[in-house]
């Protein structure tokens, strides 16, 4: 790593509560990787009980099914009919809604994932195997899908909780009570996977993780003894990389769901955004998602002035507010 990203990293670092934020996040990143194995054989197991009942109905789709919207599916054929019962049939909320866009229904009666997904938030169509899916995914899953009802609820829904705390915290930190809580909520949701080692190893490495001090050396710096780290500085900044981009994902899904953006998301893009352009080493691997958002904030807010505009027709006045649109002006 060049030096200058080093000393960002570094000063970034120095932030007791940011660096919480990381850990924690990372934290979440072994918990995933530790149940991804699992959660892909057991979704497997679930998806064999079901075909073995299905077995008797056409092999494929008809083709004339039309694709998924949000949480609109409507099925034309009677194989994508019977499949959509057996999914809700699983669900544990079943009359909430369920992200049918996540899915590629035509692939169910041949990829298990394809049905894993029906149980998880919107946004995850492209997760195309576990070893794609993030924590919140697995989790979701784990809570909306009846196969997993052995796992204890109360501690699957306390981590996700956490997460969610996590990913919207608005100035990406985190205090250091709210981290040990978070610890002792994975340590005791990863109790429940006895048999399977890689939660077992993982809880160790958590455990670890959130007790060391994650100390970043600067070449030509003073460095103290004993702040040596277990985890690699390039493995720090792509950690560090990958949770940014998640929180830029959560921002872009709510505001797609929403259909609107509001003062709140703005001032959350420009937080990430300020964020983003005073650290140089992020601004590179981080460029092509907060492009994506600008541009979804520019066609949402190209619809509300469209609306705006028919409204004001309508009602013969005009509205005098501030335009978020100069606002994102100004932060490129
Ligand atoms: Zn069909």
């Known amino acids: 790593m060049m030096t200058m990203a080093l000393a960002e990293l570094a000063s970034r670092l120095n932030c007791a509560e940011y660096k919480n934020w990381l850990k924690a996040g990372q934290g979440l990143l072994l918990l995933r990787g530790a149940l991804q194995g699992f959660a892909g054989e057991q979704v497997q197991a679930f998806h064999r009980s079901i075909a073995a009942r299905l077995a008797a109905r056409p092999p494929r789709c008809s083709g004339r099914c039309p694709?998924?919207?949000?949480?609109?599916?409507?099925?034309?054929?009677?194989?994508?009919?019977?499949?959509?019962?057996?999914i809700l049939k699983h669900h544990t909320h079943r009359t909430g809604e369920v992200n049918w866009g996540n899915c590629r229904p035509w692939l169910w009666p041949s990829n298990s994932w394809e049905i894993?997904?029906?149980?998880?938030?919107?946004?995850?169509?492209?997760?195309?195997?576990?070893?794609?899916?993030?924590a919140s995914g697995l989790l979701n899953l784990f809570t909306f899908c009846d196969h997993f009802s052995n796992i204890d609820q109360k501690k699957i829904r306390?981590?996700?909780?956490?997460?969610?705390?996590?990913?919207?915290?608005?100035?990406?930190?985190?205090?250091?009570?709210?981290?040990?809580e978070f610890g002792n909520h994975v340590q005791?949701?990863?109790?429940?996977?006895?048999?399977?080692?890689?939660?077992?190893?993982?809880?160790?490495?958590?455990?670890?993780?959130?007790?060391?001090?994650?100390?970043?050396?600067?070449p030509g710096e003073d460095q103290l003894d004993g702040l040596e780290s277990e985890?690699?500085?390039?493995?720090?900044?792509?950690?560090?990389?990958?949770?940014?981009?998640?929180?830029?994902?959560?921002?872009?899904?709510?505001?797609?769901?929403?259909?609107?953006?509001?003062?709140?998301?703005?001032?959350?893009?420009?937080?990430?955004?300020?964020?983003?352009?005073?650290?140089?080493?992020?601004?590179?691997?981080?460029?092509?998602?907060?492009?994506?958002?600008?541009?979804?904030?520019?066609?949402?807010?190209?619809?509300?002035?469209?609306?705006?505009?028919?409204?004001?027709?309508?009602?013969?006045?005009?509205?005098?507010?501030?335009c978020p649109l100069q606002k994102m002006k100004r932060m490129v």
């Open 116 to 134: 894993a997904k029906a149980y998880m938030p919107r946004g995850k169509a492209d997760s195309c195997g576990p070893d794609k899916c993030d």
């Open 188 to 218: 005791n949701l990863l109790s429940e996977f006895q048999d399977v080692p890689e939660a077992q190893a993982a809880s160790t490495r958590i455990e670890k993780l959130l007790s060391s001090d994650w100390a970043v050396h600067v």
């Open 67 to 86: 694709p998924p919207r949000g949480k609109q599916f409507q099925p034309a054929c009677s194989l994508c009919k019977e499949w959509k019962k057996e």
């Open 231 to 322: 985890i690699s500085q390039m493995q720090m900044s792509e950690i560090e990389a990958e949770l940014i981009k998640e929180r830029l994902c959560e921002i872009r899904l709510c505001m797609e769901e929403q259909e609107t953006i509001s003062k709140e998301d703005l001032n959350r893009i420009q937080a990430v955004k300020d964020f983003i352009h005073n650290n140089h080493d992020l601004q590179r691997s981080l460029q092509a998602e907060m492009q994506n958002l600008e541009d979804l904030v520019q066609k949402l807010y190209s619809q509300q002035q469209l609306v705006k505009e028919t409204e004001e027709v309508n009602c013969g006045e005009k509205k005098d507010e501030d």
């Open 158 to 180: 306390e981590v996700i909780k956490c997460r969610n705390e996590l990913m919207h915290s608005s100035d990406m930190k985190v205090s250091s009570s709210w981290l040990k």
